[in-house]
């Protein structure tokens, strides 16, 4: 296991040795896999964002008038910078949060509940299910995000977390470029197919466009990575499946947020009903007025489930060259 203090001469080559061991780039690579395979995948997964100054927000079109019209959450923008860290080029699968849940004890947790059902499925080999292991997980709450990778910071020694609000949006922007989407282009061109009346995508199709956004009531997924990936190399920061991040929601944060590495209010504005901010509001399908936008961002309760994730490595070199 590394040192919790961070990288030296002896983790470096640790994570190499674990590299080397390491097969297959997308999610879990068979169904059942072991612990190990799996966080030696996250580690090499990371993709090295240099940090830098940007303005987190809505920077609005060329013309000036806004992106996303309904609400005033990511207005006005604000300059704002963040160190270097690492983000997972994939959302987080079905077989690895299975691995998660099976290796903590996690499943009694929800035996006969609805999550039980929707959101602790087994993963499966089958491509037309929405459960499949290479599809990105929907968690049953917020914690279970956050507990994967707190996980894989205890497998590692490596300080993993959810990302900040500005981490994902700095890296879904590639390094804060003025895009409104986390694509190839910068620009959105959605795969729109959805097997009718099952609702359940064809694998047999190929996809077309560059992202999957769609209602939040239909359950099925893209496999993570089958859409091309931004300029630094991320895949699905736009569509897929809405992502948590570890910032408490607040509506006019922009107007307080710190320059420096901010991080949300340090407590949740409402006790009785604590939210985390949730981004990629094409992972839920919602096009009105620009909210699809890598600019979107709400406030979802912490107990709500259907969410997915990705975690980032908080440390200011590259772990995985």
Not at 78 to 89: A, G, L, N, R
Not at 208 to 228: A, C, D, F, K, Q
Not at 245 to 256: A, L
Not at 285 to 294: E, I, L, M
Request: with cysteine.
């Amino acid at each position: 296991m590394l040192s919790s203090n961070g990288l030296n001469g002896s983790g470096l080559i640790l994570v190499s040795l674990m590299m080397v061991a390491c097969a297959g780039s997308k999610g879990s690579d068979r169904q059942g896999e072991s612990a190990e395979s799996t966080v030696q995948r996250a580690i090499r997964n990371q993709v090295f964002v240099e940090g830098g100054s940007f303005r987190l927000g809505d920077v609005g079109h060329p013309n000036g008038s806004p992106y996303i019209v309904l609400t005033d959450h990511a207005r006005p923008a604000v300059e704002v910078s963040v160190d270097s860290y690492s983000i997972s080029k994939y959302e987080t699968t079905w077989g690895e949060m299975h691995v998660y849940y099976e290796k903590l004890g996690r499943f009694p947790l929800y035996e006969g509940s609805l999550y039980d059902e929707k959101f602790i499925a087994e993963p499966s080999q089958d491509p037309l299910s929405p459960y499949f292991y290479l599809k990105p997980a929907r968690t049953p709450n917020y914690h279970e995000a956050e507990g994967y990778c707190a996980w894989l910071g205890d497998q590692t020694g490596l300080p993993f977390a959810l990302p900040t609000e500005a981490q994902w949006e700095f890296a879904a922007r590639s390094r804060g470029s003025n895009v409104p989407f986390a694509t190839n282009t910068g620009v959105a061109d959605n795969d729109t197919y959805l097997q009718r009346p099952r609702q359940y995508i064809d694998p047999s199709i190929p996809p077309s466009g560059n992202m999957l956004s769609h209602s939040s009531l239909v359950m099925e997924r893209r496999p993570v990575g089958s859409y091309p990936p931004n300029p630094i190399g991320l895949h699905d920061m736009s569509g897929n499946v809405a992502e948590w991040t570890q910032d408490w929601f607040q509506k006019d944060y922009y107007q307080y947020a710190p320059l420096n590495n901010p991080k949300g209010p340090l407590k949740p504005i409402d006790p009785d009903s604590p939210e985390k901010t949730v981004r990629d509001w094409a992972g839920h399908g919602d096009h009105v007025g620009g909210n699809a936008t890598v600019f979107a961002r709400s406030g979802v309760p912490v107990s709500a489930g259907g969410n997915g994730f990705r975690c980032v490595v908080n440390h200011p070199k590259p772990i995985n060259r």
